[in-house]
């Protein structure tokens, strides 16, 4: 599904980059006439011999016309030395029309910028990742010269032409992967040096395969500080820090910030071990986009061939069950009834490691509307009017200890009666699914699968009663 939507994305910039330029030959339309006194970027690639591999690649493609039309272009040049080292023994016929494209048009930006105008950072190029048509981004690092992905180097500036500027490099610039972003900016090197720690390459393989898509939040050398608060990366147990790190990749899924809502998404990290119960994340788009209640989106829409990069101020910690019912809206009156009474002991409970009784939990969490339907049948006004023995028994029963189970689960329980945190049984219904409580009331489960590192929550639709 990818490649076809890859080559969709060829075909219509194809069609659209022609149309662009096939009234190249009207004067009474302002366009650029071939001909003699033409200075294109076609022509002085064409009337450089150190560009003949560039030609034959842009006339391969078809690319070549759209140098040679109306535009106000940047163009990094790769010269014949470069065509070599990038070809590496084989013909420029050997590489597929698709991904030579993509590899040209990720040298040409959709303005014209002079030397003088470049500054570090990420500037968007005509290429595209391929799963969302979004455009590729490319490093320019200005700091000592001008280096672009952190592999290809200016060689000679300021090119003038009739459409644009040349800026002639000594490599070609490959298409960048996540792994090239986060390596070429100096910004992410603890994040890097955290991929890699003790030499470790399973995430710099992982995220350099251009086979699959992912979403990564990438945390700033400040966030890494603060997270390891005096303590070095070595200090860390290797496999803690490997999930930690999954905590911030969605994998399968190429999320630009305009497709993100509020909404839980699954990461790479997983419970227990499990592969097949993936600690979920939570999305809140109300005000920027922020991450679990505490990490927010610095820079976003970092655009690479497998996916998408977004810069984040705070490493995004492993969540606990608490984590999630602070960072999600509907659960602000759960939060308010967890913490009414200073005797309750429900939020420190709920924060125990997993593998330490008795977590780990699963908890059916009631919806703020279920809360109101709560309080609108008790006839009370607010949760201080529920005593406090009361409201404490009814979010125990709300809790089943030392258990993760998750939707997938409940068909194994269906019937059974399960034994909650205050003692009480609650009876599991698969078939709906619900939880019916010692009223005989039926809890429908509405969100399942909130998936934390110390247990597994399930929203409901009713507060689970035995009053």
Do not use: W
């Amino acid at each position: 599904m990818k490649k076809f939507f890859y080559h969709a994305k060829i075909a219509i910039l194809a069609i659209t980059l022609i149309g662009i330029v096939s009234c190249s030959d009207d004067d009474d339309n302002g366009n650029i006439i071939d001909g003699e006194g033409s200075n294109t970027i076609a022509d002085i690639v064409t009337n450089n011999p150190d560009f003949s591999s560039l030609l034959a690649a842009l006339q391969q493609t078809g690319l070549d016309v759209t140098l040679a039309g109306n535009g106000s272009f940047t163009v990094f040049a790769p010269t014949n030395a470069a065509f070599d080292e990038f070809l590496g023994g084989a013909a420029l016929e050997d590489v597929d029309n698709n991904v030579l494209s993509q590899v040209l048009l990720n040298h040409v930006l959709n303005v014209e910028l002079a030397s003088t105008d470049l500054t570090t950072g990420y500037q968007k190029n005509l290429a595209t990742e391929p799963s969302t048509g979004s455009n590729i981004d490319m490093y320019i690092d200005i700091t000592d010269g001008v280096v672009i992905n952190g592999g290809s180097t200016v060689t000679t500036a300021d090119v003038p032409a009739d459409n644009g500027i040349v800026h002639i490099v000594d490599s070609v610039i490959d298409l960048p992967t996540i792994v090239t972003f986060a390596t070429t900016n100096p910004a992410l090197s603890s994040l890097v040096a955290a991929l890699t720690d003790e030499g470790n390459t399973t995430f710099t393989d992982l995220l350099s395969d251009t086979d699959s898509d992912f979403t990564v939040f990438a945390p700033t050398n400040d966030a890494f500080a603060t997270f390891l608060d005096g303590a070095s990366l070595s200090d860390i147990d290797n496999d803690v820090l490997a999930q930690v790190l999954s905590n911030h990749v969605i994998p399968g899924a190429v999320a630009v910030s305009t497709s993100l809502s509020n909404s839980y998404v699954s990461t790479a990290a997983v419970f227990n071990g499990e592969e097949d119960a993936p600690i979920s994340m939570y999305v809140n788009t109300d005000d920027g986009v922020t991450l679990n209640g505490v990490s927010n989106v610095a820079q976003a829409d970092i655009v690479a061939v497998n996916g998408v990069v977004h810069v984040v101020d705070t490493v995004i910690g492993l969540p606990d069950i608490t984590t999630f019912a602070l960072a999600d809206p509907t659960f602000e009156t759960l939060v308010a009834a967890l913490t009414a009474d200073a005797s309750f002991g429900f939020v420190a409970a709920l924060q125990t490691p997993n593998g330490t009784a008795p977590a780990p939990f699963t908890v059916f969490a009631p919806t703020n509307d279920a809360f109101g339907d709560l309080l609108a049948d008790l006839g009370a006004t607010e949760l201080g009017d529920i005593p406090v023995p009361t409201l404490q028994a009814t979010l125990e029963l709300h809790v089943i200890p030392n258990a993760n189970v998750r939707a997938e689960d409940l068909a194994g329980i269906d019937g059974a009666d399960v034994t909650t945190l205050g003692g009480t049984n609650v009876t599991i219904d698969a078939t709906t699914p619900a939880i019916v409580d010692p009223d005989g009331g039926s809890n429908e489960i509405i969100v399942t699968n909130v998936q934390a590192a110390n247990g597994v929550i399930h929203a409901l639709n009713r507060v689970i009663r035995d009053l």
